[in-house]
């Protein structure tokens, strides 16, 4: 037998020994349902057999392994993207990738060997295993991997993929950093940044299972395409329980029918607004002007005024989230009635204490009272001018004033940030933030009050920041995250992008003023070629020719009449929220985050035209591209012109 026919042979015990996970997680559903013990510890025992037997017989068919470490000790380990069980009384067939031994296959090299004689990777096509080759640490060459190289090259189609089998020693280290640890990628495009955060949240949901279980782990991105982009990541790699959503989504309260003016978004996400909103909030708080006075039968107890007041401003003292705050000062109120009631002999019965608690309640009222987030912004924002008097500008409060209550998407931030101030809201493990840049001091509000006793992945590239409010700097984009400690590391080997494509973007850097360093690529192929206005149709059609995913790119307001050009010259484009289609129209505002094999940049000049940050959205839709990318029209930069001829 060949050593090739060998590892297949390995691959059938490998697919044996799944179907042995499989089956014996059905039957255990069975027998725990026969389980003695509480109710409580009977419901959850079946809930985690049901969701293990679930889980098994829903993953992806996948090759069951892609790695192997052979070890001084004699050992021999297979490495997957999950853990497959031996015979009764036998070691696992495979090893799940982020168990502790697994880190050598990723890290280990002939100036640290980490007791590894040999490590060998595997080629698939499909799920036939099709060869693999050898890297001896122990003297021999280093010598570049193909199976590797062509692992990160080929094309793309459809949902992004985990990227497991060729993880980088740099990005492994990011992957297992820990969970008390709070890290700041910088990573231009292609880099694997998002994959780091993605596998990291695998990584940590394995080694920290039990404590992510009870607080959870969510992943902000930057708009539904991209959720819907690596949405596949995650269970491929064994890990459904993780909420993903973007952060307009996640701050939704009220329901957006209004547009804000460009001066009014900028303000509703300045931090200072956080002020406002306090000081519109908790000056809503009134000094006792009467004793608080509860008809008990023929009786009327009474908390005099001075105590009410004492009992209010010690609250205050307290900072407590207004609602905390309001529901002290009525339960110590009642509990003043109570001790007086005590002293003159009345026992103090539960149907007792609720008919105080009811008799009580309209005077705190008047004096702390029960609000609602949305009508303090509605009051806030039909005249601002107390709350906002030497925080904002004449002109700022000019801007942010509304007659009408129509809620804009600005106003759900806003809104979110008085229920933080209302009351705790639900906080996670660990949140891993993707496009961070882009985020307002508001926006980072909100993450910051739902990571609070937990841990942050930050993902950006600040040369890709579109928004009027994007970070300059991670200084102080982490310090409005409430994590200003976390460590900042760079991404500088663009692994997805081709060396024609990273050549072109670093020319715009000094353009963008973004201070990031340059990026090298891994890979020297790749194609980039300028066109002539008029040429996009061309440039579709050849694109097609080629195997995997094609997007064409061009200015939001210019991106319907372009379909309707190319539709009527026969090419056929799905909508960038389809998935799996072969060729996507992509509204520039829409593209970051997402890789085509090829991209068509239609008139680079109105996508700069479109938006005050021009710049940067152009450098984005230029990155979009693993394998090919066509420019169609000028590009409206002097120091990118040397680019203009065919390449």
Request: charged share 25%.
């Amino acid at each position: 037998m060949t050593e090739l026919e060998s590892e297949r042979a390995y691959v059938t015990e490998c697919r044996k020994g799944l179907q042995r996970m499989l089956d014996g997680a059905r039957e255990n559903v069975i027998v725990g349902e026969a389980v003695a013990g509480d109710r409580y510890s009977a419901e959850r025992l079946g809930r985690h057999l049901k969701s293990l037997a679930k889980e098994l017989s829903e993953a992806p068919e996948g090759p069951p392994f892609f790695g192997r470490l052979d070890v001084e000790e004699g050992h021999r380990y297979y490495i997957g993207r999950r853990h497959i069980s031996g015979e009764t009384g036998h070691p696992p067939v495979v090893i799940d990738w982020r168990a502790p031994v697994s880190t050598a296959f990723y890290r280990a090299h002939a100036g640290d060997r980490r007791g590894i004689l040999m490590r060998r990777r595997y080629g698939w096509a499909d799920l036939t295993l099709t060869g693999f080759e050898d890297e001896h640490l122990d003297g021999g060459a280093q010598v570049a991997s193909r199976i590797l190289a062509a692992e990160i090259e080929r094309p793309r189609v459809g949902p992004m993929r985990d990227i497991v089998a060729t993880i980088q020693p740099e990005q492994d280290e990011l992957v297992r950093a820990e969970l008390e640890e709070s890290i700041c990628v910088q990573g231009a495009p292609g880099t694997g940044k998002t994959a780091v955060g993605l596998h990291r949240a695998a990584y940590l949901l394995y080694a920290h299972r039990q404590r992510l279980d009870r607080h959870g782990v969510l992943i902000l991105g930057p708009n539904r395409a991209f959720l819907g982009y690596i949405g596949a990541v995650l269970p491929a790699l064994g890990e459904v329980d993780v909420e993903q959503t973007t952060v307009d989504d996640l701050l939704r309260r009220v329901q957006v029918k209004g547009t804000d003016s460009a001066e009014a978004a900028v303000v509703k996400h300045d931090e200072r607004m956080a002020a406002v909103l306090r000081k519109a909030l908790y000056g809503r708080i009134a000094k006792p002007a009467e004793p608080v006075a509860v008809r008990d039968g023929a009786f009327v107890w009474r908390v005099q005024q001075e105590d009410l007041r004492r009992i209010v401003d010690d609250a205050r003292r307290a900072a407590l989230p207004y609602r905390i705050g309001r529901e002290r000062v009525l339960s110590q109120t009642v509990a003043l009635i109570r001790r007086q009631a005590e002293l003159r002999g009345r026992t103090a019965t539960a149907a007792w204490m609720r008919a105080m608690t009811r008799g009580a309640t309209p005077a705190i009222d008047a004096v702390w009272p029960n609000v609602k987030a949305e009508e303090v912004l509605t009051e806030l924002l039909a005249d601002p001018t107390g709350p906002a008097e030497g925080i904002l500008a004449p002109e700022e409060r000019r801007a942010i004033t509304r007659a009408r209550k129509t809620w804009t998407a600005a106003d759900n931030v806003l809104i979110d940030e008085l229920e933080g101030l209302l009351d705790h809201p639900k906080g996670y493990g660990h949140v891993i933030v993707d496009e961070a840049q882009d985020l307002s001091p508001m926006q980072c509000r909100a993450i910051a009050r739902r990571s609070e006793y937990g841990s942050l992945t930050v993902l950006g590239d600040l040369a890709q920041g579109t928004t009027p409010w994007a970070a300059a700097d991670w200084a102080d984009q982490l310090k409005s995250l409430g994590k200003p400690d976390a460590t900042v590391i760079a991404l500088t080997t663009g692994f997805r992008v081709p060396a024609a494509v990273v050549e072109l973007a670093n020319g715009l850097l000094d353009d963008l003023g973004a201070n990031v360093p340059r990026t090298r690529s891994f890979r020297s192929e790749g194609r980039l070629l300028m066109r002539a206005d008029g040429e996009a149709a061309a440039a579709v059609t050849e694109a097609m020719a080629f195997e995997g995913s094609v997007g064409v790119i061009a200015a939001d307001h210019e991106l319907p009449g372009l379909v309707a050009r190319l539709r009527a010259a026969g090419v056929d484009l799905a909508p960038v929220d389809e998935p799996g289609a072969r060729v996507t129209a992509v509204p520039a505002s829409m593209a970051k985050g997402l890789e085509y094999d090829h991209v068509v940049v239609v008139d680079p000049e109105a996508i700069v035209a479109a938006e005050p940050r021009g710049m940067n959205r152009l450098y984005v839709a230029l990155t979009r591209a693993v394998s090919r990318l066509d420019v169609v029209g000028p590009l409206p930069l002097t120091r990118t012109r040397g680019a203009s001829g065919p390449r």
